[in-house]
Nanobody
Framework: QVQLVESGGGLVQPGGSLRLSCTASENIFSFNRMGWYRQVPGAQRELVATITRSGSSDYADSVKGRFTVFRDITKNTMYLQMNSLKPEDTAVYYC????????????WGQGTQVTVSS
């Protein structure tokens, strides 16, 4: 089965930067779409950024201009570069992938904590 492993979370001051990584156990071209989601306790999980197999990306309004999603195909890794971080960005961030072979299925990573605080 496909496994997704996130890393890169931590504590950062407001205005700082972090880069999250999501490494997949198979060729990421096998996915129709990958993305980053985040969740605060007691709230619904929300979409942060997505990237399709063709490389097209999209972002939530709250992070446009601050976050960038990109890939390293040779490493089967998707990244989320987060700049100008705000306290409201504090959440557990999850990696997601939608397989091309089974569009009704999806995979999730274990999550990585991002805390923005002074």
């Amino acid at each position: 089965q496909v496994q997704l492993v996130e890393s890169g979370g931590g504590l950062v001051q407001p205005g700082g930067s972090l880069r999250l990584s999501c490494t997949a156990s198979e060729n990421i071209f096998s996915f129709n779409r990958m993305g980053w989601y985040r969740q605060v306790p007691g709230a619904q999980r929300e979409l942060v950024a997505t990237i399709t197999r063709s490389g097209s990306s999209d972002y939530a309004d709250s992070v446009k201009g601050r976050f960038t999603v990109f890939r390293d195909i040779t490493k089967n890794t998707m990244y989320l570069q987060m700049n100008s971080l705000k306290p409201e960005d504090t959440a557990v961030y999850y990696c997601n992938a939608l397989p091309g072979s089974d569009p009704t299925s999806n995979y999730w990573g274990q999550g990585t904590q991002v805390t923005v605080s002074s």
